[in-house]
């Protein structure tokens, strides 16, 4: 194998090639006997300096791209191409890797719960632990707390609802007034989509049918989240989630989606036996089964076969089990 002195040297009588045949270009001296031997010539010494620099870079054979880059850059620059470009691709691939590399500071472990971990070269602060409603409750920065709640209106409205109402009590009326903007910002676009999807029911089929009923039911559980705290207004909600997704259902029995939906319905609506159908229809259908395993094994709980619920609880893997709430009621039943 020839050292890298040999490369070095080849790619400099190359670029000393391209400078005469461009000092020739340049003064019409006609050192070639025609065009075509000078454009000959010009791609040769190319593909030589590519060859060199590829080898100084020890790219592999397979590089084909990078190598295709690094001719048309030499071609098109004469001397400066292969020079530059030698020099600025060598720098760039030495500076990666000689530089400084941080280790690695997550570790997997037997519980969700990791500790904070301040990393390496951050000076070690004291962690804020309290969640936003929390924050809310206690915080006296009033300027961060609404900077807080207008970013949560981009959050969905199940893991929102309860941090706006929340600042809705809140002492600062211009943080409750946007708390409550928020809130009836949601309900108003779930329920535009709703009437957006409804007419384009009417004009759909199949699985385009199946997948804008799905949607239904799915903003119909978002509004139940906004309405929880209301009875009337929740069993309403839940009847018109129910009915589309069993029209969901009815237009694509194989949709997995449609049946999972049907069976959170359902559990919510205290029909355990059909949203026990439902989930096993999910799971034969291809739904992940740590994500249905739970809920069968809640409806299991519901229908008072208890047995089932620990065999269930076991089939789930670790990692899902370690990950509260779900660890305590896998502890229980172990």
């Known amino acids: 194998m020839l050292p890298r002195a040999s490369w070095r040297a080849g790619l400099l009588l190359s670029a000393l090639g391209q400078a005469l045949l461009l000092v020739d270009l340049v003064s019409a001296r006609q050192w070639m006997p025609s065009n075509l031997s000078w454009l000959m010539l010009h791609m040769l010494l190319s593909l030589s300096a590519t060859f060199c620099v ?18 048309a ?3 098109l620059m004469p001397v400066v191409g292969a020079v530059g470009g030698a020099a600025a691709f060598y720098l ?43 924050h809310l409750m206690y915080s006296d920065n009033e300027e961060d707390l609404y900077r807080k709640v207008l970013s949560a209106g981009s959050i969905q409205a199940s893991l929102s609802v309860s941090t706006f109402k929340q ?45 804008a009923w799905l949607q239904i039911a799915s903003n119909y559980w ?82 008072h076969d208890f047995k089932q619920v620990r065999v269930l609880l076991q089939q789930l893997d670790p990692a899902i089990r370690a990950y509260p709430p779900l660890s305590h009621v896998a502890e229980y039943w172990a």
């Open 54 to 71: 590829g080898k100084l870079l020890r790219t592999t054979t397979q590089a084909r791209s990078f190598h295709a880059l690094l001719f």
């Open 73 to 75: 850059i030499i071609l």
């Open 92 to 134: 760039g691939e030495r500076y990666s890797r000689l530089r400084k590399r941080e280790p690695d500071y997550w570790n997997i472990t037997r519980r969700a719960e990791l500790p904070f971990t301040t990393p390496v070269g951050r000076k070690a602060t004291t962690v804020d632990g309290r969640g936003f409603e929390e």
């Open 167 to 211: 600042a809705m009590r809140h002492k600062d009326e211009r943080i409750r007034l946007t708390a409550y903007k928020m809130l009836d910002r949601k309900v108003s676009e779930l329920n535009r989509q709703i009437q957006q999807l409804e007419a384009q029911v009417a004009e759909a089929e199949g699985r385009e049918m199946s997948n």
């Open 222 to 303: 978002e509004l139940l989240t906004l309405e929880k705290g209301e009875p009337i207004a929740r069993q309403q909600l839940l009847d018109k989630a129910g009915k589309a997704a069993i029209q969901a259902v009815a237009a694509l029995p194989i949709n997995r989606n449609a049946h999972f939906v049907l069976g959170r319905v359902s559990l919510l609506q205290g029909d355990t036996r059909r949203a026990n159908i439902a989930f096993k229809r999910a799971r034969a259908l291809g739904m992940p089964a740590d994500k249905v395993t739970p809920y069968l094994a809640e409806t299991a709980f519901m229908l």
